[in-house]
């Protein structure tokens, strides 16, 4: 089992930035590829990013590449959404993800981009 608490969510104004962390409890995080998610009022989950488990390889959505990097610290089970330029279409609550031979979703953080 793997237990992920995502953090550093909030208010922010649009071409801002924020840092979101997930934390991971259980099972180390090596063993899983590490992912972010997001879900907009009225909309599906949607893949953000991703990072494999020893962090040589990145993946992202067309919508968020240049403004987003996804990075990972494996002697803390943390993984990193560094968010710039921020814009309002990225206002959602934002999900880690955790694969490996089981998924493990955690409970998400709201990150709000006001004009």
């Known amino acids: 089992q793997v237990q992920l608490a995502e953090s550093g969510g909030g208010l922010v104004q649009s071409g801002g930035s924020l840092r979101l962390s997930c934390a991971a409890s259980g099972r180390t995080t090596s063993n899983y590829d590490m992912g972010w998610f997001r879900q907009a009022p009225g909309k599906d989950r949607e893949f953000v990013a991703r990072?494999?488990?020893?962090?040589?390889?990145?993946y992202y959505a067309d919508s968020v590449k240049g403004r987003f990097t996804i990075s990972r610290d494996n002697v803390k089970n943390t993984v990193y959404l560094q968010m710039s330029s921020l814009k309002p279409e990225d206002t959602a609550v934002y999900y880690c993800r955790a694969d490996g031979w089981a998924t493990y979703w955690g409970r998400g953080t709201q990150v709000t981009v006001s004009n």
């Open positions: 990072i494999t488990r020893n962090g040589g390889s990145t």
